[in-house]
């Protein structure tokens, strides 16, 4: 039931752009992105809801297609503060848990 | 509010020991969630409380691993007889739930580091 994301890991300048999928097998109810720093508790970003929504705030933004069961977080103008890892989690419906990807490292250089 | 805790925050035990981690969750969250991570992959969940109540285990969970929930508010995480395998991050994370789809985002702690030598 763990979500495949991809890339594995992307290193951008600052200002570039990029784009992080979050892929399930399984019918999902709401996806929930996260960004962990390294030595760091994960940090909430979004949640998105079946229905195929998209949310954003700031430069970062996300869309969640229900047909595909796959979601996509994206990272416009990138800053150095957004270094981290971002996982997607997803949840069935009537689940009570998520279940995590295997992460993307992203990089940010000056 | 200083959000969730978790204690102690690194623990070094040898193969065999008992071990118990603690997590004060954020106050009113009604539901807690215990995961483990390794280095280079996502929380893996173990189980989640609804108040004092656990209502699921990972199927992936030994039986040398028990939570406690008393009334409600702190939890705890026992594992018993810890082997190598058990050294991870283990993670504890709150929400505050109404309704039934899972739609409310979860407030991790900083984790406790478990090494077993």
């Known amino acids: 039931q763990q979500p495949v994301q991809s890339p594995q890991a992307v290193i951008l300048r600052e200002g570039e752009d990029a784009v992080i999928n979050c892929s399930s097998s399984k019918a999902l109810y709401s996806v929930h992105w996260y960004r962990q720093k390294h030595g760091e508790a994960p940090v909430f970003l979004m949640i998105l809801l079946k229905g195929g929504e998209q949310k954003g705030h700031d430069k970062i933004s996300a869309s969640f297609n229900e047909k595909k069961q796959q979601s996509s977080l994206y990272l416009t103008a990138s800053q150095l503060s957004y270094s981290g890892t971002y996982f997607c989690?997803?949840?069935?419906?009537?689940?009570?848990?998520?279940?995590f990807g295997t992460g993307t490292r992203l990089t940010v250089i000056p | 509010d200083t959000g969730v805790s978790q204690d102690p925050r690194h623990k070094i035990t040898k193969r065999g020991q008992n071990v118990t981690f603690r997590c004060d969750p954020i106050s009113e969250h009604n539901r807690l969630y215990w995961y483990r991570q390794t280095l280079g992959q996502g929380p893996e969940f173990l189980t989640y409380?609804?108040?004092?109540?656990?209502?699921?285990k990972s199927r992936l969970l030994s039986d040398r691993f028990s939570a406690e929930r008393p009334k409600g508010s702190f939890s705890t995480l026992e594992i018993q007889r810890t082997e190598q395998g058990d050294s991870a991050m283990y993670l504890c994370?709150?929400?505050?739930?109404?309704?039934?789809?899972?739609?409310?985002?979860?407030?991790f702690g900083p984790g406790t580091r478990l090494t077993v030598t």
């Open positions: 409380f609804q108040n004092e109540a656990q209502l699921e």
């Open positions: 994370a709150s929400s505050k739930v109404q309704g039934l789809q899972y739609t409310y985002e979860q407030y």
């Open positions: 989690g997803t949840a069935q419906t009537g689940a009570n848990n998520l279940f």
